[in-house]
């Protein structure tokens, strides 16, 4: 059977294979080079500040929210900004890696290892699903809203395993957006959505390996 023969979507329409296939490649090609701009990020901001790195999150936060007007105008400046994105969050974050770095290396190689077949696993479920998981999207949106302020109650009370709770909360909604991203890369039919699809997947993947990070680091 050719590779060009359409799938049909229910509510989706017609969407020819050798598109899909060309816009997973592209797409997951740029998650690889962006992660490979977070590690050197993470390697030269090793010696940074915790407080620069919270300035330059924000910038990646800047990029991020930029690359939603590029796509629309120029692809090639949708990329530049995610791999500017890619290489800041990875300075913003080598302060917190440094640290896991120097007290339990352990933590960081279970936590890779971990993620990887995290993301494995959800993203071959959510790309082969045929049910429909915009709901679920919605309630895990909203439900992500909800542990955030749990974290930010977190900072000032003591809360017994608290932590753990809350990175295991965190793994449970990232499951579902994981697979949500990893279905919308293969209804998508739009090229240029490449660059938007490569950054909502790393950002599972980087949420995917902190929540990790934080459960293997405990020592209880």
Do not use: H, K
């Not at 994981?178 to 890369?185: C, G, V, W």
Request: charged letters at 10%; one cysteine or more.
């Amino acid at each position: 059977m050719s590779e060009w023969a359409p799938e049909y979507e229910a509510g989706g329409g017609f969407v020819r294979s050798g598109e899909t296939q060309t816009l997973f490649g592209q797409t997951m090609g740029l998650v690889a080079a962006t992660a490979g701009l977070f590690a050197l990020g993470a390697y030269l901001g090793r010696s940074l500040s915790y407080g620069l790195g919270f300035v330059l999150y924000f910038v990646a936060l800047g990029c991020l929210i930029g690359m939603r007007f590029a796509v629309r105008r120029s692809g090639s400046s949708a990329v530049g900004l995610l791999f500017c994105f890619g290489l800041l969050i990875g300075l913003a974050t080598a302060p917190t890696l440094q640290y896991y770095s120097s007290t339990n290396p352990e933590a960081l190689w279970q936590a890779g290892g971990a993620t990887a077949l995290f993301m494995l696993g959800l993203g071959a479920l959510g790309y082969a699903t045929r049910r429909d998981l915009s709901v679920l999207a919605r309630v895990c949106f909203w439900a992500l809203l909800v542990l955030i302020l749990f974290g930010i109650v977190l900072i000032f009370v003591q809360i017994p395993s608290g932590a753990l709770v809350y990175s295991i909360a965190g793994l449970v909604i990232f499951a579902g957006l994981t697979a949500f991203d990893f279905q919308r890369l293969r209804r998508s039919r739009n090229i240029d959505s490449a660059p938007l699809l490569a950054a909502s997947i790393f950002l599972d993947a980087l949420n995917v390996f902190l929540y990790f990070l934080n459960i293997f680091n405990r020592r209880d």
